[in-house]
T-cell receptor
Framework: KAGVTQTPRYLIKTRGQQVTLSCSPI?????VSWYQQTPGQGLQFLFE???????NKGNFPGRFSGRQFSNSRSEMNVSTLELGDSALYLC?????????????FGSGTRLTVV | SQQGEEDPQALSIQEGENATMNCSYK?????LQWYRQNSGRGLVHLIL?????REKHSGRLRVTLDTSKKSSSLLITASRAADTASYFC????????FGAGTRLTVKP
């Protein structure tokens, strides 16, 4: 079956702009989580969505937001981009509970803010 | 914020040797998972161990969990150059939190 698909793979934006990243989970997976990965901070949890509802949220400012659609696809949005937002953004999908099978990750979107 | 901390931060070994990575965490967990990441790519799930399990095997991987010490270890036996990657532990309670990772280099 198809894996987790993240688009676009690479993105270059200017400070102050906004950006929307997309994630299509594995068919049947209803939970989608987003992570930011940087060399200095490692993998930081952004938020988790399940059945179109945000279930958990990490310690990121309100400029970071997300949503999930009825087909489980998810988007995350970052407004008023800052240089420090440059990172690899990873999306992961799982069955309702990751307790048995873990997460399946996409290849990520590499965002560069200039 | 991160939950787990891997030790060591970096490990370099020769092909055929065993590699051991450790993970410590802070809160109670439902399960602990290990993932591998090749440079700049997504993470790949390796193995999951539940909080009521003490040891689990999968191929050349062996994971132990000590909930009293809030620690886990990942052993890769007979390592190969293809095992070169970063390895992360992740704890699952309300959501998944990852450690900073161990960078493993296996020299041919």
């Amino acid at each position: 079956k198809a894996g987790v698909t993240q688009t676009p793979r690479y993105l270059i934006k200017t400070r102050g702009q906004q950006v929307t990243l997309s994630c299509s989970p594995i068919s049947g997976h209803r939970s989608v989580s987003w992570y930011q990965q940087t060399p200095g901070q490692g993998l930081q949890f952004l938020f988790e969505y399940f059945s179109e509802t945000q279930r958990n949220k990490g310690n990121f400012p309100g400029r970071f937001s997300g949503r999930q659609f009825s087909n489980s696809r998810s988007e995350m949005n970052v407004s008023t981009l800052e240089l420090g937002d440059s990172a690899l953004y990873l999306c992961a999908s799982s069955l309702p509970s990751s307790s048995n099978y873990g997460y399946t990750f996409g290849s990520g979107t590499r965002l560069t803010v200039v | 914020s991160q939950q787990g901390e891997e030790d060591p931060q970096a490990l370099s070994i020769q092909e055929g040797e065993n590699a051991t990575m450790n993970c410590s965490y802070k809160t109670s967990i439902n399960n602990l998972q290990w993932y591998r990441q090749n440079s700049g790519r997504g993470l790949v799930h390796l193995i999951l161990i539940r909080s009521n399990e003490r040891e689990k095997h999968s191929g050349r991987l062996r994971v132990t969990l000590d909930t009293s010490k809030k620690s886990s270890s990942l052993l890769i036996t007979a390592s190969r150059a293809a095992d070169t990657a970063s390895y992360f532990c992740a704890t699952d309670l309300n959501d998944m939190r990852f450690g900073a990772g161990t960078r493993l280099t296996v020299k041919p």
